[in-house]
């Protein structure tokens, strides 16, 4: 299957552009997001390059910013980038549970590949990769049992039922379980 990132705009701007005043926009370099800038203005969910991937994480940032945080730039949040000491990362990591779940169940969605990131190749990696994963993956069994957001909602059937992938979601998510959760080491 071929994952256009203008399909993601088409699909994502259709729902939001009107509602929630705000747009999916390929961007050249890093991701943010930008507030209207004015009344009547529309905010801007600005993903990587052109990059699928991005585009879905990004749109997870925005399905859980609440209210507020959606007048912040980048949702009021402060960004370490990559090189992050391992308290840095720790936080980092305690932050991108639910996106990265909510970005899983999006490529689930879409039928796309997802991988999760750690995102510190130039620090010292992960604080404890094989938790994060693991909690990742435990995110997204709860949002599965009870529901994602509303906005996280909205998109994720959309994007099942622009990809023909529902009544498939629960089936792929535990093949790609194998995957994403390498093996816990045995224990004597």
Not at 40 to 51: D, E, I, P, S, W
Not at 53 to 63: G, K, M, Q, T
Not at 78 to 90: A, F, L, V
Not at 126 to 132: I, M, P
Request: glycine share 8%; with cysteine.
């Amino acid at each position: 299957m071929k994952h256009n990132p203008d399909d993601l705009i088409m699909l994502f701007n259709d729902l939001f552009r009107e509602s929630h005043r705000t747009i999916l926009v390929r961007g050249g370099g890093e991701p943010e997001y930008l507030p209207a800038s004015k009344p009547g203005a529309l905010a801007q969910v600005v993903f990587a390059r052109g990059f699928f991937a991005s585009a879905l994480h990004e749109i997870a940032h925005w399905c859980i910013a609440g209210e507020h945080r959606r007048t912040l730039y980048d949702y009021g949040y402060w960004y370490c980038p990559d090189g992050r000491t391992p308290e840095q990362q720790r936080a980092f990591e305690q932050v991108e549970i639910q996106p990265q779940a909510m970005e899983w169940l999006f490529a689930l969605a879409a039928g796309s590949r997802f991988h999760i990131s750690v995102d510190n190749l130039a620090g010292d990696g992960a604080a404890d990769e094989q938790t994060f994963r693991r909690r990742v993956n435990d995110q997204v069994a709860d949002y599965l049992g009870k529901g994602l957001p509303h906005r996280a909602r909205q998109f994720f059937e959309t994007l099942a039922d622009f990809y023909g992938t529902r009544g498939q979601i629960h089936r792929h998510w535990q093949q790609d379980q194998h995957r994403i959760l390498p093996a816990e080491p045995e224990h004597a």
